[in-house]
């Protein structure tokens, strides 16, 4: 398996403009993650899916960040409209781990490469 | 509110040495704690881990050591080589309930001088 694949790997954008950012998880995976990492804040959940529905978002900042998961091999986190405190590298993670499973080795997180956002 | 404090931001550490970073949570309903480690340009992947009903693992070089009464838990890396310069995470999560995504602590940027 090629791992989690996340799209694009950069992505510089204009102040206002809307940007989506998209994810296909390992397969077989049941839980995906979306984490938001910057120097300030570190690695933060944004949102949890699992089994393609939405389990936990409220590390979602405000209403301009939306994210989707519409089959389990595809999601996406939409910023409309994007702001330059958007700038950041966001991942997407995938676990074969099932909710209320305990987490283990097995169950771990695997992490795709980030899409740095850059807004201007 | 951070739930998960690591320390030190950064840390230098000779060749051969035993690189230490230090982690301390507050939810005692965590039950799991891993290490996340991430070289440039990538994601973080999984380094060791270790649940509360032990007070040590040990993988390789590297050691978790767990004090559950002091809600600590700290990354000892033996014998550190430039191959474990990376940003370390330690991070936190429990079992059930709606909120069970990773915690991260916000990271140790270690450099290993030759």
């Known amino acids: 398996d090629a791992g989690v694949i996340q799209s694009p790997r950069h992505e510089v954008t204009e102040m206002g403009q809307e940007v989506t950012l998209r994810c296909k998880p390992i397969s077989g995976h049941n839980s995906l993650f979306w984490y938001r990492q910057t120097m300030m804040r570190g690695l933060e959940l944004l949102i949890y899916f699992n089994n393609n529905v939405p389990i936990d978002d409220s590390g979602m900042p405000e209403d301009r960040f939306s994210a989707k998961m519409p089959n389990a091999s595809f999601s996406t986190l939409k910023i409309q409209p994007s702001e330059p405190r958007d700038s950041a590298v966001y991942f997407c993670?995938?676990?074969?781990?099932?909710?209320?499973?305990?987490?283990?080795?097995?169950?771990?997180?695997?992490f795709g490469q980030g899409t740095r956002l850059t807004v201007v | 509110q951070q739930q998960v404090k690591q320390s030190p931001q950064s840390l230098i550490v000779q060749k051969g040495g035993i690189s230490i970073i230090n982690c301390a949570y507050e939810?005692?309903?965590?039950?799991?704690f891993p290490w996340y480690q991430q070289f440039p340009g990538k994601g973080p992947a999984l380094l060791i881990a270790i649940r509360p009903d032990v007070s040590e693992k040990k993988e390789g070089r590297f050691t978790i050591s767990f004090n559950k009464s002091a809600k600590q838990f700290s990354l000892h890396i033996m014998d550190s080589q430039p191959g474990d310069s990376a940003t370390y995470f330690c991070?936190?999560?429990?079992?059930?309930?709606?909120?069970?995504?990773?915690?991260f602590g916000k990271g140790t940027h270690l450099i290993i001088q030759p």
């Open positions: 939810n005692t309903a965590f039950d799991y």
């Open positions: 991070a936190a999560s429990m079992t059930g309930g709606g909120a069970d995504g990773l915690t």
């Open positions: 993670a995938s676990s074969p781990r099932t909710g209320g499973m305990g987490w283990d080795r097995g169950t771990e997180a695997f």
